[in-house]
């Protein structure tokens, strides 16, 4: 009797472990990601400050930004007073405890700053913070020596 001598076939490579691997990791990397909005303006300049603190991430905040041209803007929409005052009174009615912090420009009227303070404590929003950046650093000039 002739036995055929079967070779087992060639492992070819196994497409499914990988993706599986593939789909754990997008899943690590979506979950342990910290989703951090903290309203970057592009338009907006800071001031600087000597010692800024750096800010604490409330969850509870409303990001108010002041441009130069006087602009109040809100999640990427430019409120009037007005509007800012309705905007505030409906979060003001949620959380009386809602930190509203002001990004102004340096170049911004301090007006309309003063006016965007007083919306926030007519409708009852009392914690109010400044946001600021640290001062360049120093430039050194560094000689050669000759």
């Known amino acids: 009797m002739k036995f055929k001598n079967k070779m087992p076939s060639p492992i070819g490579f196994q497409l499914a472990p990988m993706l599986d691997i593939v789909f754990l990791l997008l899943v690590f990397f979506i979950v342990t990601q910290t989703f951090e909005d903290t309203e970057p303006d592009l338009n907006i300049v800071l001031p600087t400050a000597e010692s800024p603190k750096p800010g604490d991430t409330v969850s509870n905040q409303i990001i108010v930004n002041i441009r130069a041209d006087g602009d109040v803007v809100i999640n990427r929409q430019i409120y009037s ?11 003001a009615q949620l959380d009386k405890a809602m930190l509203v912090r002001l990004r102004t420009d340096e170049k911004a009227q301090s007006g309309t700053l003063v006016k965007v303070v007083d919306v926030c404590l007519k409708v009852g929003l009392n914690n109010i913070s400044f946001s600021t950046r640290p001062p360049a650093a120093a430039v050194t000039n560094i000689s050669s020596p000759q």
Do not use: F, N
């Open 81 to 91: 007073m007005d509007q800012l005052e309705q905007k505030l009174l409906s979060v």
